[in-house]
């Protein structure tokens, strides 16, 4: 079983819904809850970053941790069609532990 | 500011060949990174660099080698490349040991394929 599991879709929303991205995990003891966005042939990058459970909000997006159930969301209001790209969901112990990350969900946001 | 620069952008090589991805950044930063990117895998670990002048295995190191060769510049070194090296590899960096509260940054991919 791999220590984070992210169903890798694909997913295709019309412009304009609710998008919810979902990973789960089974290491307890990880503490930083990352969610990056990589567009085609482009590199990650870091879109949203949650230490330890709650909800952390940033314009369209909002990153949901619940460490009780080890399960992580993001969620995108009122997408876009330039929020089409693959979702990848990353978590570490932290300190010197390096980063897991989950397979990543394609999203296609269809105007 | 370039952030994470990696070359080449695309490579081909002989089921056998050796060659060198080179990686620079500019942002200071103390650790670096090399990960492969398969479909359905997502990113793997296959060394870091938690500051100059170290280095440790990462998830997947076999047929790899890394070389910090100063603060700035990691390279990763197939030796005798193979099919099942056929992937996407991506530099990073990032500020302190490790991610506590501190970003990651990518660079833009190298496309390898062994034949």
């Known amino acids: 079983q791999k220590e984070v599991e992210q169903d890798p879709g694909p997913l295709s929303v019309p412009e304009g819904a609710i998008v919810s991205l979902n990973c789960t995990y089974s290491?307890?003891?990880?503490?930083?809850f990352m969610w990056y966005r990589q567009y085609s042939r482009k590199g990650p990058e870091l879109l949203m970053y949650?230490?330890?459970?709650g909800n952390k909000e940033d314009g369209r997006f909002t990153a949901q941790v619940d460490k009780s159930s080890k399960y992580i969301s993001l969620f995108i209001r009122d997408s876009q069609p330039s929020d089409s790209a693959t979702y990848l969901c990353?978590?570490?112990?932290?300190?010197?532990?390096?980063?897991?990350f989950g397979q990543g969900t394609r999203l296609t946001i269809n105007p | 500011n370039a952030g994470v620069t990696q070359t080449p952008k695309f490579q081909v090589l002989k089921t056998g060949q050796s060659m060198t991805l080179q990686c620079a950044q500019d942002?200071?930063?103390?650790?670096m990174y090399w990960y492969r990117q398969d479909p359905g895998m997502g990113l793997r670990l296959i060394y870091y660099?938690?500051?100059?002048?170290?280095?440790d295995k990462g998830e997947v190191p076999n047929g790899y080698n890394v070389s910090r060769l100063n603060k700035r510049e990691f390279s990763l070194r197939l030796e005798s490349a193979a099919p099942s090296q056929t992937s996407v590899y991506f530099c990073?960096?990032?500020?302190?040991?490790?991610?506590?509260?501190?970003?990651?940054?990518f660079g833009e991919g190298s496309w390898l394929t062994v034949v």
């Open positions: 290491n307890s003891a990880f503490q930083y």
């Open positions: 660099s938690a500051s100059e002048g170290t280095t």
């Open positions: 949650t230490y330890s459970s």
């Open positions: 990353a978590m570490t112990r932290g300190g010197a532990q390096k980063l897991v």
């Open positions: 942002m200071n930063h103390n650790s």
């Open positions: 990073a960096s990032s500020g302190l040991q490790g991610i506590s509260g501190n970003t990651i940054y």
